[in-house]
């Protein structure tokens, strides 16, 4: 499986992007606007999306904030409207390796469960990435210095260009998030506006003319 994009969105959920949510924080409300324009890019490019959905049992708090989250059952752990594709499969928790031969032509957008934030220790997810050929991988989410930074260090790790949209992207008000952000930077992850991601590539005949004194700015839309 070959691709040159695909969307990678972390724990895209109600209880982080929606209002009424455990862990909504007002800056929530844009951020979840950027994930939906970026699942709209993906249904109408026609680019395959990996997704984690965070699942904590009742009783525990969960990794990513002080207060209970994602707890199975809840409404907050489900994902926000327009973050689901047509055709997915959810793979669920279990810690077997099979997959379905050529899964992201069969399914658009395939979904991992998991107890923890770390996308590699899921063992499906760790197989398909492993064995997956694609160019970029375009990262949104929440939990910046959760799940957000391991899977950015551990797709950068495997090669992967990695893209971090960062108006589509929460850091929990983790005291965490400022290392993290350094450390994908330091290992050369492009922070792009979503904006800046969705937009159509500018032809080289297509530029606007220069004006006199001032310069031609370069476009840094993801290529196609």
């Given amino acids: ?3 040159e994009r695909i969307l990678m969105d972390i724990e895209v959920q109600r209880d982080f992007f929606s209002p009424g949510g455990s862990c909504y924080r007002p800056e929530a409300a844009a951020a979840a606007r950027n994930v939906r324009r970026l699942f709209a890019w993906a249904r109408r490019e026609r680019v395959p999306v990996l997704s984690t959905v965070l699942r904590n049992r009742p009783g525990r708090r969960g990794p990513l904030a002080p207060v209970p989250h994602c ?31 050529d899964i992201l032509d069969q399914h658009r957008q395939v979904i991992f469960e998991k107890r923890h934030t770390d996308i590699f220790k899921h063992a499906r997810a760790e197989r398909l990435l492993t064995e997956l ?13 959760g799940g957000i930074v391991e899977a950015v260090i551990g797709l950068r790790h495997r090669g992967f260009e990695v ?39 500018v032809m080289k005949d297509e530029r606007p003319p220069r004006l006199p004194g001032r310069p031609l700015r370069r476009g840094k839309a993801l290529s196609r």
Avoid: N, Q, Y
């Avoid at 926000?80 to 997959?99: E, F, K, N, P, Y």
């Avoid at 050929?133 to 210095?145: I, P, Y």
């Fill in 1 to 3: 499986m070959r691709f």
């Fill in 133 to 145: 050929e694609a160019d970029t991988f375009v990262v949104c989410g929440a939990g910046s210095a």
């Fill in 163 to 201: 893209i971090l949209a960062v108006d589509a992207i929460l850091d929990l008000g983790d005291p965490r998030a400022e290392m993290a952000w350094l450390r994908m930077l330091a290992k050369k992850a492009v922070p792009l506006s979503t904006g800046e991601i969705i937009a159509p590539p």
């Fill in 71 to 101: 707890v199975d059952g809840s409404d907050g752990e489900k994902r926000i409207s327009g973050a689901l594709l047509r055709r997915h499969v959810d793979l669920g928790i279990r810690g077997s390796t099979d997959l379905h031969r």
